[in-house]
Nanobody
């Protein structure tokens, strides 16, 4: 199983970035399967950012990003996206994509992509 995240970079505050995560070697079998994004800022613990159900009909967001970030997925291409708008310096972090096929725990992780937001 491989999760390949990309799309990170340096952006000014107020700008936008779109992260992508391509998933290979994994078959989604259950309606409870989810895809998600997490992030880890320097010196901080990893935190949840957003998640989306297998069908795409259910999403969840951290309060800190709600209204600014949008998670979506393309099941045909096994890809999950994170559209990030109105970025703030506190959004600076390594962003990780993850998959939950265990019914409640994210059990597959990508390598991370760095997002840096300058003030």
């Amino acid at each position: 199983v491989q999760l390949q995240a990309c799309g990170g970079g340096l952006v000014q505050a107020g700008g936008s970035l779109r992260l992508s995560c391509a998933i290979s070697g994994l078959t989604f079998r259950f309606s409870s399967d989810r895809m998600g994004w997490f992030r880890q800022a320097p010196g901080k613990e990893r935190e949840f950012v957003a998640a989306i159900s297998r069908s795409g009909g259910s999403t969840a967001y951290a309060s800190s990003v709600k209204g600014r970030f949008t998670i979506s997925r393309d099941n045909a291409n096994n890809t999950v996206y994170l559209q990030m708008n109105t970025l703030k310096p506190q959004d600076t972090a390594v962003y990780y994509c993850a998959v939950d096929t265990s019914g409640g725990r994210f059990n597959y992780w990508g390598q991370g992509t760095l997002v840096t937001v300058s003030s």
